[in-house]
């Protein structure tokens, strides 16, 4: 999968609205700062890191995961039924596999990334309502365009956090809602996991060849 492909925006969240004064940082800080550390370790360890994807799958959930609110996530990737009809354990199965998938794709990702300039622009929506949509662009390679990125993000214990990311009106959580949902109905939750789980080690095995 690409970071096009894996780069995809939820449908509105109803999430529980708390006070924004609360957040220790900006939401576009959030992801420029995020960015800015996740490019220059980049930068300076590419050649190791090639070697080493387990290095780089570290490096993701160091710096990326934890402005990511996985839970929030989840529930809706897998849609309201499947979710509360869920067990605890499958619930906890689930989001531990889908974080897997997202952090080993968006590092294989990174890879490919070539010094492309990035434009940050300030949050839009408003901040009171515990809801914003901060707006990136990538210059493409060759100066040929750019590739809008924007990240959904949601207060959570104080700190901002992505709960969507949309590339070129693609959104995450609605490519794979449709994808999961289709197979949950087909296959059901616990078969799920276990193809995310299979597909997990494939990853993991490519990447350390």
């Known amino acids: 999968m690409t970071l096009r492909a894996l780069i995809m925006s ?54 990326v995961v934890p402005h990511f609110d996985f839970v929030s996530m989840s529930r809706w990737v897998l849609g309201k039924n499947t979710w509360e009809n869920a067990s605890e354990k499958q619930r906890q199965a689930f989001m531990e596999q889908f974080k897997t998938l997202l952090v080993r794709t968006y590092a294989k990702a990174l890879l490919q990334y070539s010094d492309q300039p990035i ?15 901060v707006k990136t662009e990538v210059q493409q390679a060759g100066g040929s365009g750019t590739i809008p990125i924007q990240y959904r993000m949601h207060i959570e214990n104080g700190k901002w956090k992505v709960v969507d990311v949309v590339v070129d009106s693609t959104s995450l959580i609605i490519t794979f809602r449709g994808e999961y949902n289709s197979l949950v109905n087909r296959i059901g939750l616990n078969a799920l996991i276990e193809r995310l789980t299979q597909k997990n080690s494939q990853l993991a095995s490519n990447g350390d060849q």
């Open 119 to 133: 434009k940050y622009f300030p949050a839009q929506g408003d901040k009171s309502s515990g809801m914003v949509m």
């Open 10 to 63: 939820v449908a509105l969240v109803p999430l529980l609205v708390i006070p924004v004064q609360a957040a220790t940082k900006d939401p576009a800080d959030v992801v420029r700062d995020t960015s800015t550390q996740v490019i220059k370790r980049l930068q300076s360890e590419k050649q190791e890191l090639q070697k080493n994807p387990g290095r780089l799958y570290d490096l993701v959930d160091k710096l």
